[in-house]
């Protein structure tokens, strides 16, 4: 008889699991507020990472509700309370200028939790159900950053690209010159274009770079001028923090007319806009974030309030090397960078590799208040924080968004 009731026992625990497991399946509910749609590299990764992540926990598409080409305004706000309308408990946003709006509804909607993704100040704003993620890019960045110059080295080792062949691509101090298409003057961009500088002069020590800013996330036509530009002083390599074609469009182009030019893309592969120019692109996984933080809606755990993994977290990516025109030697070259950044050997932001006003950067503190620079004031107060701990500074560490913003020598802006 004990056996009996024993086994009973069991199988209404397995049973009450299971029922649980499957009301919980069918009680999530997620809202996706998009700042694109996947004509735009950027969203298309973001859609790409949340129906992997949704197949792979067997999330049906029923549970997915869209929001495509949301401007950073109240339209956002209105967004978020019509997916809460549709019953969405997990709401997501995946531009920084939709976080004031999320923050909004969170407030509102507090049996709800929210995402804003590339946001800063989830941590400080005292609003639980508000939470920020982003991946180390720039770790991804460093390594395409690498490859990038891989290439100039066997370009200028092998008597390619000399200053006889192309002298307008060095400087009077004879160092190749190389540009980045950028966004916006963000921190999120800075800290990116640097550890794409400092991949490249990792293994090309004699390289200075030009930044030049479209302000616009997407926009084909100023980032295709904004390229130009930089190839019309001499930048022999282009990389960008842009989510458009225009750049790699533009490089092979220029390329096809006779430069010794090539580039570094984002977010996509570019191989198919730009196929004898580009090298790779450096990108995010956000199917790992997707996947975690649909995991904890079906268990119950909370999503983490600043969430950001790089290699070692599956979170970055770079993609497929055109195999027909990077260096010899390059794949496994880049195996063991990613490997170093893995096991923590390899610091991106090492102060050894880097100066400012000719001066090694030993301190750098970080306001973490979340400002409004209209009028200087802190909206939400955070700490300040030491950014700089065992000889490298420590990005995506204190919160989620990156915040490295020093100007480093070698690099101008435009």
Request: include cysteine.
């Amino acid at each position: 008889m004990k056996k009996v009731l024993g086994l009973l026992l069991v199988l209404s625990l397995v049973f009450t699991m299971c029922a649980f497991t499957a009301s919980a399946e069918n009680d999530l509910k997620i809202g996706v507020i998009l700042v694109g749609d996947d004509t735009e590299g950027y969203t298309l990764a973001h859609m790409e990472g949340i129906k992997a992540a949704a197949a792979k926990l067997g999330i049906a598409d029923d549970q997915i509700s869209w929001k495509y080409k949301v401007p950073e305004d109240s339209s956002c706000y209105e967004a978020a309370m019509d997916l809460y309308g549709q019953g969405c408990n997990l709401i997501i946003s995946n531009s920084y200028g939709h976080q004031d709006f999320m923050a909004q509804a969170a407030e509102e909607l507090e049996d709800a939790t929210f995402v804003a993704v590339t946001g800063d100040f989830a941590a400080v704003s005292g609003i639980p159900n508000l939470k920020n993620a982003f991946t180390s890019v720039y770790e991804s960045r460093y390594v395409s950053g690498v490859v990038a110059g891989l290439k100039l080295k066997e370009l200028t080792e092998s008597g390619v690209l000399t200053t006889e062949t192309q002298p307008e691509s060095f400087d009077e101090n004879g160092n190749v010159k190389i540009g980045y298409v950028g966004a916006f003057s963000y921190a999120e961009v800075v800290s990116g274009y640097t550890a794409f500088f400092l991949g490249v002069r990792s293994v090309m020590p004699n390289v200075v770079m030009e930044v030049n800013y479209t302000n616009s996330w997407f926009d084909i036509d100023k980032e295709g001028a904004a390229a130009e530009a930089l190839m019309a002083n001499g930048c022999a390599m282009i990389s960008q923090h842009a989510d458009s074609t225009g750049a790699p469009a533009a490089v092979q182009k220029k390329q096809d007319d006779g430069m010794i030019v090539y580039c570094v893309g984002y977010n996509v592969d570019m191989i198919p806009t730009a196929p004898t120019a580009a090298l790779t692109s450096a990108g995010n996984n956000w199917e790992a974030y997707y996947e975690y933080a649909f995991n904890c809606m079906l268990t119950g755990e909370e999503i983490k309030t600043d969430w950001s993994e790089g290699f070692a977290g599956n979170g970055v990516l770079i993609t497929p090397l055109n195999e027909e025109i990077v260096a010899e030697g390059t794949a496994e070259y880049v195996d063991n960078v990613i490997a170093s950044l893995k096991d923590g050997s390899l610091k991106v932001f090492d102060t050894d590799t880097f100066t400012v006003e000719g001066q090694k950067v030993e301190t750098a503190e970080v306001d973490f208040s979340y400002m409004d620079f209209s009028t200087m004031t802190a909206i939400y107060e955070g700490e300040t924080k030491e950014c700089i701990q065992d000889g490298a500074f420590l990005e995506s560490y204190y919160r989620s968004a990156p915040y490295f913003s020093l100007r480093i020598d070698g690099i101008t802006e435009k």
